[in-house]
Nanobody, 122 residues
Framework: QVQLVESGGGLVQAGGSLRLSCATS????????MGWFRQAPGKEREFAAA????????NYAGSVKGRFTISRDRAKNTVYLQMNSLKPEDTAVYYC???????????????WGQGTQVTVSS
């Protein structure tokens, strides 16, 4: 059973930073592509960033590129999303996901965390 546990969300002012964490098992961490998605009220879930199981490749949505950084810590079996220069439009529930495909579509990911709320005030 794959479990993904997110943490690190909260309320921050525009221009501020937050770091989200996604903890999982060693087996999941070493086997899956890990992604971060977000869903704002009334909108569809959208891709934010992804990283391969080795950590050698990353991919970002255009809206977050240059501001967000995805990384993984093998010793802690944890994937991070460092979010800088946050904007009010980044407000959403952020989800960690694990999958076997190198993809941006939510449907290509097999396992999901419970989500963590990020609110950016103007």
């Amino acid at each position: 059973q794959v479990q993904l546990v997110e943490s690190g969300g909260g309320l921050v002012q525009a221009g501020g930073s937050l770091r989200l964490s996604c903890a999982t098992s060693e087996r999941t961490f070493s086997s899956y592509v890990m992604g971060w998605f977000r869903q704002a009220p009334g909108k569809e879930r959208e891709f934010a960033a992804a990283i391969t199981s080795s950590g050698g490749n990353t991919n970002y949505a255009g809206s977050v590129k240059g501001r967000f950084t995805i990384s993984r810590d093998r010793a802690k079996n944890t994937v991070y999303l460092q979010m800088n220069s946050l904007k009010p439009e980044d407000t959403a529930v952020y989800y960690c996901a694990a999958g076997t495909n190198w993809a941006m579509a939510p449907g290509r990911y097999d396992h999901w965390g419970q989500g963590t709320q990020v609110t950016v005030s103007s």
